[in-house]
T-cell receptor
């Protein structure tokens, strides 16, 4: 069966520091991968999605970037964190073909101080 | 553009009663409609989904109905229990999933 991992689970970072969040998927190949952000008590904001290695689509312009160095690895980065980057970050995957369902990882809770 | 509207934003029902959450979507080209349940501090979990070639789907106490002509779909929870309290998100898929704004459901004992 398929499993999606995210780490770290929680992170406290100072303003201006860099960020790297990692997401990996097991048990499937060629997945579509997604990064979402969710502010406290709010909805799901799609940040990036990827249909293959090195293929990244950005939904919202901001100081974040994403990379997909391997088929089942998706990384969310920032060179300089802002206070407003504090949020719950969720990775998700779906199959490239066939089953349409999308599944979320456990998330990373980021607090920027 | 592709858009999903979800109502109500908050819903409070007595334990044992039914709850209904409704969503409308903008473009009839969508062919897949999932529902997610998100408990406090946890990830959204897929609880039920329906494809555009089906009008209704049921799984124990939860059911989803789809009206393609009117471009709306609904989540029905019967015999509600305290553990049903959560935020529920509907979504529609075009090239990717577009989510509704969420409904905070509270079940009062």
């Amino acid at each position: 069966s398929q499993t999606i991992h995210q780490w770290p689970a929680t992170l406290v970072q100072p303003v201006g520091s860099p960020l790297s969040l990692e997401c990996t998927v097991e048990g499937t190949s060629n997945p579509n991968l997604y990064w979402y952000r969710q502010a406290a008590g709010r909805g799901l904001q799609l940040l990036f999605y990827s249909v293959g290695i090195g293929q990244i689509s950005s939904e919202v312009p901001q100081n974040l970037s994403a990379s997909r160095p391997q088929d089942r690895q998706f990384i969310l980065s920032s060179k300089k964190l802002l206070l407003s980057d504090s949020s719950f970050y969720l990775c998700a995957w779906s199959a490239r073909k066939g089953v349409l369902a999308q599944y979320f990882g456990p998330g990373t809770r980021l607090l920027v101080l | 553009g592709e858009n999903v509207e979800q109502h109500p934003s908050t819903l409070s029902v007595q334990e044992g009663d039914s709850a209904v959450i409704k969503c409308t979507y903008s473009d009839s080209a969508s062919n897949y409609f999932p529902w997610y349940k998100q408990e406090l501090g946890k990830r959204p979990q897929l609880i039920i989904d329906i494809r555009s070639n089906v009008g209704e789907k049921k799984d124990q106490r939860i059911a989803v109905t789809l009206n393609k002509t009117a471009k709306h779909f609904s989540l029905h929870i019967t015999e509600t229990q305290p553990e049903d309290s959560a935020v529920y998100f509907c979504a529609a898929r075009w090239a990717k999933l577009v989510f509704g704004q969420g409904t905070r459901l509270t079940i009062n004992p």
